[in-house]
């Protein structure tokens, strides 16, 4: 079981900055990837950036430029640092890991953390 902590969440007004950070508790194995997903109000759950084990990363179109995703894996966080934040970047932010063994892949969310930018 893994537990993932979110924080850094808050009100920004647009074009301002904002660092999210995740902390995993328990028992991380294997390859794994680690990411940021948000939910707007009526919108489904998207992703906005991913970073594997071995620090290859990838990210949403809309937020490419403006967000940076780092992870430590000895500490076993994920950061997203967000810049230039936009009105349309307010979201619940969640912090996702997917782990692969033995040809099964585990998935675990934290319970989010609101970001809201004002205009």
């Known amino acids: 079981q893994v537990q993932l902590v979110e924080s850094g969440g808050g009100l920004v007004q647009a074009g301002g900055s904002l660092r999210l950070s995740c902390v995993a508790a328990g028992s991380i194995f294997g390859p794994n990837t680690m990411g940021w997903y948000r939910q707007a109000p009526g919108k489904q759950r998207e992703v906005v950036a991913t970073?594997?084990?071995?620090?290859?990363?990838n990210y949403a179109a809309s937020v490419k430029g403006r967000f940076t995703i780092s992870r430590d894996n000895g500490k076993k966080t994920v950061d997203l640092q967000m810049s230039s934040l936009k009105p349309e970047d307010t979201a619940v932010y969640y912090c996702?890991?997917?782990?692969?063994?033995?040809?099964?892949?585990?998935?675990?969310w934290g319970q989010g953390t609101q970001v809201t930018v004002s205009s």
């Open positions: 970073i594997t084990t071995g620090g290859i990363t």
């Open positions: 996702n890991i997917q782990m692969m063994f033995l040809k099964s892949v585990f998935e675990y």
